[in-house]
């Protein structure tokens, strides 16, 4: 059985963002910190890194953050950008203020462009992100996207062909699933992660996107009910469903 892993108490509390290991040795005196109700001022002692310990501890009478390890699902707003490189509003800035001083730091896993609305995993677990991105996995996404012209009605074959090249680039890009919605709507399903991808392949058919909307990654998709900015924990359920993405709906033995 592998053990479970400890870390003091205060350099927890700091790297989940509750304040500098000092203020917190000030906080927890001042009774804010509480274990099963009742105050606990040691915050020098090692705890267990595991979500029941974190689950009977407060702070300000409020359930603590979720550990280190944790993985949201953000509901992603248009005009806010994904990288922590990039100027103007990030999605970061969508998060519990406390949470930009976590470490290890929050990241996007995948992109979604700026203009791009929906499902977009953030982690701040290496090892998810990367199996996540991974080109190997092919999880495939889902998006929803409006069209400023009609489809003209080969696109479905021609995305499932595998033989559709972008301009600029030198591989043809992996068979993706094309289902009509109306005139000017499809939801579209691909496995890659190509700079601009969607909106690239419409207009390699003469196309042009007004709207993209990410509706689903693997098998996980964007509740009705989470409102653009609001974010998700996800359990480990809901984690093992975004790995097990429908990899045999593209035909493929991807999985
Ligand atoms: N494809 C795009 O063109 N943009 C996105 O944000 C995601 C996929």
New binding site residues.
């Given amino acids: 059985m592998s053990k479970i892993p400890t870390m003091r108490l205060d350099r927890l509390l700091n790297n989940l963002g509750y304040g500098s290991r000092r203020e917190i040795h000030i906080m927890a005196r001042n009774g804010r910190l509480k274990l099963d109700g009742g105050i606990l001022q040691d915050v020098e002692q090692r705890v267990p890194l595991s979500a029941e310990f974190a689950a009977r501890l407060t702070f300000n009478g409020e359930p603590l953050d979720p550990l280190p390890g944790v993985v949201v699902m953000m509901n992603k707003p248009l005009g806010v950008t994904c990288s922590h490189k990039d100027k103007g509003p990030l999605v970061f800035h969508l998060l519990p203020d406390r949470w930009q001083f976590r470490e290890p730091k929050i990241s996007a896993v995948g992109?979604?462009?700026k203009d791009?609305s929906g499902l977009l995993l953030m982690t701040d677990d290496g090892a998810f992100l990367h199996q996540v991105i991974s080109p190997k996995r092919h999880i495939p996404k889902r998006?929803l996207a409006t069209l400023d012209r009609p489809l003209r009605g080969n696109e479905a074959e021609v995305f499932a062909s595998g033989t559709l090249m972008l301009d600029g680039e030198d591989k043809p890009l992996l068979p993706a699933r094309l289902e009509v919605l109306a005139s000017h709507e499809a939801a579209i399903t691909i496995t890659e992660g190509r700079y601009?991808?969607?909106?690239?392949m419409f207009a390699a058919m003469g196309n042009h996107?007004v709207a993209?909307h990410?509706a689903a990654m693997g098998g996980l998709a964007l509740p009705d009910d989470l409102a653009p900015g609001e974010i998700q924990v996800l359990s480990d359920a809901e984690r093992f469903i975004v790995m097990r993405g429908e990899h045999d709906v593209l035909g493929g033995d991807q999985a």
């Fill in positions: 992109r979604l462009d791009t998006y601009h991808q969607v909106r690239r996107v993209l990410r």
